[in-house]
Structures are given as structure tokens and as C-alpha cells.
């Protein structure tokens, strides 16, 4: 199912990884290692977010930050974005951020 992002442009790799951050499919640059490697950060990442919208939500009174819908690191020219447990490394010099949260959105779901 998240092998379809890889059509999108700029889409440089793309991973799902399972709850306790193992990789379960992933294609793109780099091998399986490689892969790995980017659904294990973004696995400890998403933690990281989710432990940030808990202190936010209590602290603001807010309701609605958790949990997350997602997150974004944008580099100079790369980005790594995640939705769920798929995470997502393309350049943005090419592809459109909103696009392929568009998409990241609908891969979680599965």
C-alpha cells in the first residue's frame, strides 16, 4: 500500500514501521538497513512528538493536540514526515509537503 507514494515526486524513500518501530515494508534509497534505520527514528520521534502534545495539551488546557496528526523535519533541501507509522524522506525541491502528508495520511489508515 505505501509502495504508491514512491511515485510522487521527490519521494526518495518511504517505510512502514510496526508500534515497536521494526520495519515491515519499505522501499526507496538505501537498502533494508538503511530503511530500517529510518523507521527506527521515526518510531522514537513519534514518541518524542506524542510525549510534546501531552505537555502541551496539559499546560494550554486545549483540547484537540493529542494525538498527533503527524510531524515534519524540514532540512535545508529534505524533509522526513510522518503520519501513523509511515514515515516518508523526500526532497523539497521537488515534491510538495502537502502532498505527501496527503498521502502518508491515507497509508496510515491501513
Known sequence: M????MILDGVMAVAHFR?????VE?????????????????????????????????????RGWTPPGGWVVRGERFTVCSVGNVVCLFDGNEGHL??????LRGASQW
Open 19 to 23: 508500534d515497536d518501530g521494526e520495519l
Open 98 to 103: 502537502n502532498e505527501v502528508m496527503q498521502e
Open 26 to 62: 519499505g522501499y526507496g534509497m538505501g537498502g533494508q538497513e538503511e530503511l530500517a534505520s529510518l523507521a527506527h527514528f521515526a518510531h522514537d520521534y513519534k514518541r518524542l512528538v506524542q510525549g510534546n502534545a501531552d505537555q502541551l495539551s496539559m499546560f494550554t488546557g486545549i
Open 2 to 5: 505505501i509502495k504508491q507514494i
